[in-house]
């Protein structure tokens, strides 16, 4: 099969295309015939050195943890999937060496989704890291749900930062489904027209208006749920919108590594403030995210593409250098690696 891997962490011209044998799974294990594998900030910062640092955990890596695509045979003990299901991946190389920057990738079975009949695998691959996430930061709340439904944010606020990213995307589309009002900030008109193709009531463009008044003007009584991106730049205006006991679920540290917070302002809410990631929120919390995305997809919600308000940009296998540069470089929407054909 072909393979990318990298044998040291590095810019991306440390990844290779490789040929190797087609692995077989172990106990409890199932061997995926990716078709797409989808790409994350988190893969081209691990692949850089920042989750491993100067040195690697195994002689060779494949990257990326998200993809979908048919399951091609399974190990002693798995049950729950069989030969030709169609399936979505995550954390396919979480604490492994291998992803989905290959044909064939060999996962253990709790990480491989069935993917509901008439949901493409474009779908399946973006799901992963970004939606995954967006179930978390949906239901940290103290007073909230801790699962997702229909109905289950009903009379909740949910804030959105960065509405056309694919985590901000998720979001959108999960809290709209599970009964939210949604607001989103977004920098431009083109990304203010792909936050409310993915379904946000409100957008706020934070650069052509004064937020926080913008934000409380739609949520008099503040914003119970903000999604954040970015809170070394947002906050101060997280500060000034946040309801009393509103939870701020950050999922990643766009804008620095440390964040000044106003404390007078936060204390008189009760704010709590939940980071997230999602290699270490534990495997309830994954198996719940899982389980509500399935249900998501089978009530449509989740699609890709420009009309659903995520673009998609796509590369060939031996183009995944130049995705990873698509992703470290703030490509709007998706990025995706065609990786075998659909059959």
Do not use: C
């Not at 810019?11 to 995926?32: F, K, N, T």
């Not at 990213?165 to 809290?175: D, E, P, R, S």
């Not at 489904?177 to 977004?186: E, F, N, S």
């Not at 991106?229 to 620095?256: F, K, M």
């Amino acid at each position: 099969m072909r393979s990318i891997v990298y044998t040291k962490p590095g810019a991306s011209s440390v990844l290779e295309l490789v040929e190797r044998e087609i692995p077989e799974p172990g106990a409890g294990e199932v061997r995926v015939r990716v078709v797409v594998s989808g790409v994350n900030p988190t893969d081209w910062k691990a692949r850089a050195g920042g989750t491993y640092g100067d040195g690697l955990p195994f002689p060779e890596i494949t990257p990326n943890q998200d993809g979908a695509g048919v399951v091609d045979a399974v190990g002693p003990g798995v049950e729950r999937l069989t030969v030709g299901d169609r399936v979505w991946l995550f954390m396919a190389a979480a604490s492994r060496p291998t992803g989905t920057a290959q044909e064939y990738t060999v996962v253990p079975e709790s990480r491989v989704v069935p993917l509901p009949d008439g949901v493409s695998f474009d779908v399946g691959a973006s799901l992963g890291v970004p939606a995954m996430t967006a179930h978390r930061a949906l239901t940290t709340h103290e007073d909230g749900p801790a699962r997702l439904s229909p109905g289950a944010l009903d009379g909740f606020t949910v804030l959105v930062a960065g509405g056309a990213g694919a985590v901000g995307h998720a979001a959108i589309q999960l809290a709209r489904w599970a009964g939210a009002t949604v607001i989103t900030t977004i920098s431009s008109d083109a990304k203010a027209a792909l936050a409310t193709a993915a379904g946000a009531h409100h957008v706020v463009n934070y650069r052509e208006e004064d937020a926080a008044e913008r934000i409380r003007s739609i949520a008099p009584d503040g914003v119970d749920i903000v999604v954040e991106v970015s809170i070394p730049q947002n906050a101060a205006l997280v500060a000034d919108v946040l309801a009393n006991h509103g939870v701020v679920s950050i999922y990643a540290n766009n804008g620095g590594d440390e964040a000044s917070l106003p404390i007078r302002p936060n204390m008189s809410v009760n704010a709590r403030y939940q980071f997230l990631l999602l290699y270490t929120i534990g495997d309830e919390a994954l198996s719940a995210a899982a389980e509500d995305l399935t249900e998501a997809l089978h009530d449509g919600v989740l699609p890709v593409g420009e009309d659903a308000g995520l673009p998609l940009t796509r590369f060939a296998l031996e183009q995944t250098a130049q995705a990873h540069d698509a992703v470290e470089q703030d490509t709007v929407g998706k990025v995706l690696i065609d990786v075998t054909e659909a059959r």
